[in-house]
């Protein structure tokens, strides 16, 4: 993984970590939202320093909290031992939150389009792109993100509604996959500002890689290999084309006999 930058939807699995790695450039500002007409003083909150101290206090001399043992990490899904196993020590409250990525639309990389297709395309409308992360563990792991610049909380409703039967459609797409068991659905936006919502295949029949652990699982798993990766999602193109038009790219086509149309990143 890398900060360089670049656009998260036409790289995402070289360039965007699954977890988005927040970006230490600078503090953003966390000014009210214009034309906003809830009041932003919630007075009656818990504070981020009270959250902090609260759990702070809960920590050792050493700033680390215990293991929850009796939680997921004794779970038969929890993918370490316990054996040795320790958090690390609680950092210190930041005075804010850290910068993302594309913060702003004139430094995000829609400004300039998506530009010439680097072939994880797998659909696209006049509003959305679904790509492949082209380096994963995963039988299929995809990036939904709108062309325009938006993040999750002030996507407008027309793109919101769109949003939600598009993530229905690619749900059933990746459950089409055969060597995939369950869809898992994730959005974090803590590296790149630009929305992009994560669809991760579980394995099939693998039981031990059920939950929020896969995650953890798939950076420890062998890459699975590129031509795989573009037969699996063909799948969900050609399921996403039925049901919800658009067009696919290049990994949603059936390559040519010469091999000439399967595209792929060089
Ligand atoms: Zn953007």
Redesign the pocket.
Known sequence: MSDDGDAVPSAPGADDPVLDEPVLDGPVPNGPVPNDPVPNDPGHAESPEDYHARILAAADAEGRLPVAVEEMPGWDIYPYEIDGLRLKPLQPLVDAEPARR?EE?RD???ASGFGPDDGTTVWSNARWRLALADSTGLPVQLILSPLE?HDLPSLPSDLAAEMGQLVVSISDAVEHVPSVGRVHVAKYGDGS??LHLFFFGRPARIPQFRGSPLLDWEENLPRVPLPVLQANARVVAERLLVHVGGQTGPLGREPAPDGAGAAGPS
């Open positions: 594309g639309a995000c990389w829609c610049h500002a630009h």
